[in-house]
C-alpha cells in the first residue's frame, strides 16, 4: 500500500493532532491512576472521544498502582478480553467484568 504524500502543512497538522490525542490520553491515565476518576466514567469519555477510544484497554489499566504487563494481563484474560483490544472496542460484558474487578479492587483499598 503507497501512502499518500502529504504536504507540509498537512504533516504539520497531523503532528499537532497526533500530539494532542497522546496529551489527552495521559492526562486521563494520569487521572484515571489518582483516582479523580472511575473506570465508568473511563468508558463514557471513550464512547465520545476518538483519542480515548482508540486507548488500548491494557495502557490504561498498567496506569493503576502496583498493575503491570502481567497483571493486566491477567485481569483481562478473566474478563475474557483481547490483549489488543481498544477501549471504544470492547462489548458490555467486558466492560461489567472490567469494571466488577476495578471496584473490587477500589474496595480493598
Known amino acids: 500500500m503507497v501512502l499518500e504524500q502529504l504536504s507540509p502543512a498537512e504533516r504539520q497538522a497531523a503532528r499537532e ?7 489527552a490520553r495521559a492526562e486521563l491515565k494520569a487521572a484515571f491512576a489518582n483516582g479523580a476518576i472511575t473506570l465508568e466514567d473511563v468508558f463514557s469519555i471513550a464512547d465520545l472521544d476518538d483519542a480515548i477510544g482508540r486507548m488500548r484497554c491494557i495502557d490504561l489499566l498498567t496506569a493503576l498502582r502496583s498493575v503491570g504487563e502481567v ?34 479492587r477500589v474496595a480493598v483499598e
Open 17 to 23: 493532532k497526533a500530539l494532542e490525542a497522546r496529551t
Open 71 to 104: 497483571r493486566a494481563t491477567t485481569v483481562m484474560e478473566a474478563c475474557v478480553i483481547s490483549p489488543k483490544r481498544r477501549l471504544r472496542g470492547l462489548g458490555r460484558r467486558q466492560r461489567e467484568k472490567l469494571i466488577a474487578w476495578y471496584n473490587a
